[in-house]
C-alpha cells in the first residue's frame, strides 16, 4: 500500500516537472520572438534614420557653376527645395582682398551697377521655399554694405551693415537666420558704388527632404521581418 502510493507520488511529481518544462519553454519562445521582433523593428528605425541624417538640408551658392547659380543672371536655379531667382550681376571675386582672403573666388553675386533711369544698387536673391539660415562671405573696397534676410512679404527677419569694406575691413562670413526667410537682399548706399558682392552662399533649408534611401532601407527592413516571420524566427 505505501508502495503503491509513494509511485503514484512519483508519477505526479514527474508530471508536474514536464508541465512546468512545457511551460518555460513557451514563455521562452515567446520571450525570444518578442525580442527578435522588438531588435528587428529597432534595426529598421536606424535604418531609417541614418538614411534621412544623409539628406542635408542644406547647399551651397558660389555662382561657379550651373548647379550652383552660374546661370540665374538668365534663368531660375531649380532644386530639390524649389526654385531659386536672383536679381543683380555676377562679376569675378577679384576687388577686395580681403573678400578673396574670406573664402571668396570665381565669380560672385554683385548689386547691379547704377543706372541712368533707377540708379539702381541692389541685389536679391529669392527662394521658392522657407530658409532657415544663410551664411556667406562679403566685400567691396569701397562703400558700404547692407544686407538683408526678408520673408514672403518683404519684412526684414534678420540684418547686416558693416559701414566700411575697404581693405582690412572684415569681409566674414555672417550668417542671418530666422523662421520663414525667403530672400536675400543687399545694397550698398553710396552714391556711385557699383561693387558689393556676396560668395559662397550657405543655404540652410527649414526642413529635411528625407532621401530616397530612406524608403529603400526601410522596405528591406520590413520585407526581412516577412522573411523571418515565414521563416518561424519571429
Known sequence: MELRIFSELIRYKEK???SLIKTCSVKHKRITSLTKSTICTTVI????FTANSFAVPSFTLDADTPATGSLLISQPLVTSYGNITFIGELNPANWDPDFIAAGASGDAFDI???DASANAQTAELLFGFDVLSLMFSYGGNAGNITIEARDKDGGVVDSFY?????DGQPAGPITLSGTGIRSLYWTDTVEDMSYAALDNI??????VIPSPSAAILTGIGVSFVGW???RKIV
Open 16 to 18: 508536474v516537472m514536464k
Open 45 to 48: 528605425l536606424i535604418l531609417a
Open 112 to 114: 547691379l551697377n547704377p
Open 162 to 166: 558693416q559701414a566700411d569694406t575697404m
Open 202 to 207: 550657405e543655404v540652410t533649408a527649414s526642413a
Open 228 to 230: 523571418l516571420r515565414k
